[in-house]
């Protein structure tokens, strides 16, 4: 089946019989709601229903700033570049989500986002509207569970800004956050494809274009990466691990 023409919506849980959409909800940080595994007949009497929209083109608004909340977004395909702006009107890149990362949590309180989301490339979504979320958490003492745990997740990653880091600490750093998500999801965790410019990741890193490029071409030097395009392979994790916590920031720099 391909992700980009599934039904526009369906009722949950995600039938067992096709093997495709249930690996895709295994990846996918709600998947448990979708594919209910052990409590299948209580999500199916809920009757609530996941709703499947895009593709979006790339350069789209997903949301904007204060734009009301009224479903959970989770990408399906694709990546999305999530920023504000300043003062001046200038864009500041506070991440990337990708295939099965859920966008949008930190407006479940006020009601609206705190910032905007824009398509980086083709991207496809599963929109589970908010009352839908919170009657299966509410239902079913195992799904409230996954929930929470979702919402804990998030918090844990609004650690400290990479921007504190020195610039090779910074880009080491990002990649094995890629690294990770990648392996979480299935991936190869050192064969990478970035749907996010030089620019953007530039922007998220606090730094400038041409630094990035020095960076890039500085690590592929010391045999830490190879770069094709916009595909890149690690070639020595724990060598990156090392410098992400400070131990090999001094020899990259040299």
Do not use: W
């Amino acid at each position: 089946m391909n992700a980009l023409y599934l039904p526009r919506t369906r009722r949950l849980p995600i039938p067992t019989g096709e093997p495709e959409a249930m690996h895709l909800c295994r990846v996918c940080d709600l998947g448990d709601f979708c594919r209910a595994e052990d409590c299948r007949k209580q999500v199916r009497d809920l009757d609530v229903h996941v709703e499947h929209t895009g593709s979006y083109a790339p350069g789209t608004h997903l949301f904007r700033d204060g734009d009301p909340i009224t479903s959970l977004i989770i990408i399906r395909t694709g990546t999305v570049k999530l920023f504000t702006h300043d003062a001046a009107g200038n864009d500041h890149v506070t991440g990337f989500a990708m295939p099965g990362d859920v966008i949008g949590l930190d407006a479940i309180h006020s009601g609206r986002y705190r910032g905007n989301a824009r398509a980086l490339d083709d991207v496809s979504l599963c929109q589970l509207s908010i009352p839908a979320v919170l009657r299966v958490a509410g239902a079913v003492p195992r799904l409230q569970r996954s929930f929470i745990d979702l919402l804990s997740r998030h918090i844990e990653q609004q650690g400290p800004a990479l921007g504190r880091y020195d610039i090779d600490r910074r880009f080491a750093a990002f990649l094995l956050h890629l690294s990770r998500h990648a392996e979480r999801r299935g991936l190869s965790p050192t064969r990478l494809t970035l749907g996010m410019t030089r620019v953007d990741i530039a922007n998220y890193l606090r730094l400038t274009a041409e630094t990035v490029s020095r960076l890039i071409s500085r690590f592929q030097q010391r045999r830490l990466i190879e770069v094709d395009k916009r595909n890149v392979r690690l070639l020595a994790l724990d060598s990156l691990r090392e410098i992400a916590v400070g131990a090999g920031a001094a020899e990259a720099s040299a």
